[in-house]
């Protein structure tokens, strides 16, 4: 991999990383085939760049969106035949179901009943045979 030309107005940066960043850096380096320095160089020029943090947060909250959406929907049922097998035995028990509105009638009394308008003492003794 070859270095770009320095001209007279570039300035060396000098950065302290870790081993780890240090190795993740030459692993991206080798994946994409550009120098360290042409990698970090455009790293930072993403980096500064005003949009990229906006694009960035975009994302960000795109991504949080779509994990919220495929968690409601992992709660989905994946096989609906359990679902629908229990939909049709209630159908089948409500349409097996009849609502019935009974009134309890009293038996009707007429003006001219007898055995209702019975003196206390004859209401008593009605149930004696003679």
């Known amino acids: 991999m070859s270095e770009p030309m320095s001209t007279p107005n570039d300035i060396t940066l000098t950065v302290t990383v ?29 980096y500064l760049t ?16 779509l994990q919220r959406q495929l ?13 629908e097998t229990r939909v049709g035995i ?12 009974q009134r309890i009638s009293l038996p009707s009394i007429a003006a001219d009943d007898e055995d209702f308008y019975d003196e206390p003492d004859e209401i008593l003794t009605d149930f004696l045979s003679d």
């Open 90 to 101: 209630l159908e089948r028990r409500l349409g097996s179901l009849s609502v019935t509105n």
């Open 18 to 46: 870790s081993q780890e960043l240090m190795q993740e850096i030459e692993q991206k380096s080798q994946e994409n085939g550009h120098s360290i320095t042409q990698l970090v160089q455009e790293a930072i020029r993403e």
């Open 50 to 65: 005003p949009n990229n943090a906006t694009d960035i947060e975009l994302l960000r909250r795109q991504i949080i969106e």
């Open 71 to 83: 968690l409601s929907w992992e709660k989905i049922p994946k096989d609906l035949t359990a679902v």
